[in-house]
């Protein structure tokens, strides 16, 4: 089975309700952008129940997504690929340039979707062959451990080894030799037994620079290394170093790579998901300093977005069907000042909400990967033992937001600097105290963060 009818497969398991609900373990509030990511998963799933007809004519429904930053547009985004085992990328719309400009172009952002298809493709290719791999590596290690095991002596060898003996027999005594010695291998106790290996010389990674570069996507390194002969050296190593390497050898003889590189653009093509983030920040300004290269990536995305081929190294790559998820703040534009013909093509917005102090509590207690539970989790090893009351929760919540409302909104980050600083001192002293246990409570918060939190001049630099 290949690698998108398994992900599709997992799609069919993922009801919108049930999306949503494992979104809700890790993100806070947000409903109405989780049902929209999760409607438009499920139609993944859809169409992929469709005849090959109907599903070339039903095209992805882009999502925009719209809200500060800290809300949670990205982890969205980055779960929903998780749970699905899709390919997925986060690019920064503000890092691409328009065609003819100094920089990256936005075509680089399918070959990147593809790369990560072929990582997800190559573990799967990897599992199936890895039981023949296995098989291969311990017959190649009792080559090793028996010389001469690889060929069978001739019948004059074994003449002269042995005048009564015949070739049969020289032949059952060296497959009894390996026998015995396929046992013990597999009992592990020859492990640490010396062995030589050949391996090859991989050639130091080719950096191509240079204006234009960027927009080349030609396996110069591949194309050397064909040209150029590539060195073997022998190494002596002990049996289970000699595995491993042994290993990465046979598998990798076993795989595929046509048959990889083409279920990775396969997977990328039907199943991928781009997530364009800071779309807001390629809205061209008003005034002669503007960046006469922002309208351009408007321009140069659209084709994307419509859908296109793409050339990579692996083959050409349609972007019809990858889903595309674009997010911005939009603190000094608005989404209708991106080309018209751009904003058709996310036609489900969303906006996400400012977090309350309401939502900072929330994050603090109810995520599965909560802040609290890393720290304590952290702590832990140092044997110091750290227990947070529901008061001092509370007020971590209310800093986290008085500190958002009267500086900088950074939104759920900013309980990353007041954490820190909150355990900063009890961070530092923790190998000292051996085993112990701290409590905080209001009272320690307090102590530590009110005198910050309420000077202003102070909290801008600080938290």
Do not use: C
């Amino acid at each position: 089975m290949s690698d998108s009818h398994n992900v599709v497969d997992a799609l069919g398991k993922l009801t919108p309700a049930e999306t949503v609900k494992q979104l809700d373990r890790y993100i806070v509030g947000q409903r109405q952008a989780k049902r929209a990511v999760a409607v438009a998963l499920r139609n993944r799933w859809r169409r992929q129940q469709l005849s090959e007809e109907m599903q070339g004519e039903i095209a992805p429904k882009n999502i925009l997504m719209i809200g500060p930053t800290g809300v949670g547009k990205t982890e969205i985004a980055r779960r929903l690929a998780r749970m699905t085992g899709a390919p997925f990328i986060k690019v920064e719309a503000t890092k691409y340039t328009e065609v003819g400009y100094y920089g990256r172009d936005v075509e680089s952002m399918v070959r990147e979707l593809v790369e990560n298809g072929l990582g997800l493709v190559r573990e799967k290719f990897q599992d199936q062959v890895r039981e023949e791999a296995e098989q291969r590596v311990e017959n190649r290690l009792v080559d090793l451990l028996v010389p001469g095991s690889t060929e069978l002596p001739s019948l004059s060898q074994a003449l002269e080894e042995s005048a009564t003996e015949t070739a049969d027999d020289a032949e059952q005594r060296l497959q009894r030799t390996r026998d015995k010695m396929r046992k013990m291998l597999q009992a592990g106790t020859l492990e640490e037994r010396l062995v030589e290996v050949t391996t090859q010389s991989k050639s130091a990674p080719m950096v191509v620079g240079g204006m234009g570069m960027e927009n080349m996507d030609i396996d110069l390194q591949g194309m050397f290394e064909k040209i150029m002969p590539r060195g073997s050296q022998s190494r002596e190593m002990k049996v289970n170093e000699a595995r491993q390497v042994l290993m990465e050898q046979e598998t990798e003889a076993l795989l595929d790579p046509e048959a990889m590189n083409a279920e990775a653009i396969r997977l990328a093509e039907e199943l991928g998901i781009i997530f364009v983030d800071e779309i807001d920040k390629v809205i061209a300004t008003d005034g002669k300093n503007a960046d006469v290269s922002r309208q351009g990536v408007q321009r140069d995305l659209l084709p994307i977005v419509e859908g296109t081929s793409v050339q990579t190294r692996y083959g050409y790559v349609r972007t019809d069907h990858i889903l595309f998820i674009a997010a911005g703040a939009f603190h000094r534009g608005k989404p209708s000042e991106l080309m018209p013909e751009l904003q058709g093509r996310f036609p489900i917005r969303v906006e996400l909400d400012e977090l309350t102090e309401h939502d900072f509590l929330q994050i603090l207690t109810e995520p599965k990967n909560s802040l609290t539970r890393q720290y304590e989790a952290l702590l832990a090893t140092e044997q110091v033992t750290i227990e947070f009351q529901q008061d001092a929760l509370a007020q971590l919540a209310r800093y986290a937001f008085k500190v958002n409302q009267s500086t900088q909104n950074i939104g759920a980050r900013r309980l990353y600097t007041i954490m820190e600083r909150l355990l900063e001192e009890l961070s530092f002293e923790a190998p000292e105290l051996g085993k112990s246990s701290v409590k905080i409570d209001a009272a320690y918060v307090e102590q530590r963060l009110n005198e910050i939190a309420e000077d202003e001049d102070l909290s801008k630099f600080i938290l």
